[in-house]
């Protein structure tokens, strides 16, 4: 059993950067591909970045793609989310997920693909 705990949440400006951490324990973080997702209000959770066990495979929705850098640091147990111009449009809660599967492609934007979730941080961009 994994338990994923996300920080790094808050308000920010348009244009300002945001680096969300998700520390992991209860599990051997790198058996796990890890995956970011959000979810804004009246709207459904949806994917925003993943990486694989060791760091091989990265994947981005095409929203943040050159905005935002998933890393991880397995010696830590903890991924990253860094995210630069920001938008208002970019506020939700981020969760940040884990993936027993490491296996390249497939369906990795599918929140039932993840077997374990935080609790959530709240990020909010204003205009």
């Known amino acids: 059993q994994v338990q994923l705990v996300e920080s790094g949440g808050g308000l920010v400006q348009a244009g300002g950067s945001l680096r969300l951490s998700c520390a992991a324990s209860?599990?051997?973080?790198?058996?796990?591909?890890m995956g970011w997702f959000r979810q804004a209000p009246g709207k459904e959770r949806e994917f925003v970045a993943r990486?694989?066990?060791?760091?091989?495979?990265?994947y981005y929705a095409d929203s943040v793609k050159g905005r935002f850098t998933i890393s991880r640091d397995n010696a830590k147990n903890t991924v990253y989310l860094q995210m630069n111009s920001l938008k208002p449009e970019d506020t939700a809660v981020y969760y940040c997920?884990?993936?027993?599967?490491?296996?390249?492609?497939?369906?990795?934007?599918?929140?039932?693909?993840?077997?374990?979730w935080g609790q959530g941080t709240q990020v909010t961009v204003s205009s």
């Open positions: 997920a884990a993936d027993r599967s490491n296996a390249p492609g497939g369906t990795y934007y599918d929140t039932r693909e993840y077997a374990y």
């Open positions: 209860g599990g051997t973080f790198s058996d796990y591909a």
């Open positions: 990486i694989s066990r060791n760091t091989v495979y990265i």
